[in-house]
């Protein structure tokens, strides 16, 4: 999936979340890091499935912090463990900003996730 693309690309995947239609669209990276095929990444996944990957014991403090930057425009930065389909976990970090309309009413999300696994490990 990720042959044609280079070391600097595989860094960083980027997602739009359209939060009207409840979908986060993922590139080829994103989309890897989570284990989505790119079709699925290309078609929309809805957010709670994000979610559900997520560790139950940070599940809370991610929720919290998505909800606060739907409702008040601030700027998203999460690192948090996510349960694999293969079984394995990985350590992401997840950043973004919301884009609000003249009401205040959010409309989509832009924003970039990593895999910071490597680090974690050498700091414990």
Known sequence: MLENISLEETLVGYYTWNV?????YLDAVAAYLREFSLE???????????????????RARVAEAVYNSLT??????????????SGGLRW???TGRVI?????????????????????????
Request: aromatic share 6%; charged share 25%.
């Open 100 to 124: 609000l309309d003249g009401d205040r009413v959010p409309i989509m999300a832009i924003g970039t996730v990593r895999d910071v696994t490597a680090c974690k490990v050498l700091l414990m």
């Open 40 to 58: 699925e990444g290309a078609r929309g996944i809805p957010v709670e499935d994000f979610i559900a990957q997520i560790e139950s014991p940070s």
């Open 72 to 85: 008040n425009g601030v700027f998203y930065d999460q690192e948090y463990r996510i349960q694999l389909k």
């Open 92 to 94: 992401l970090r997840t």
């Open 20 to 24: 009207g239609q409840n979908l986060v």
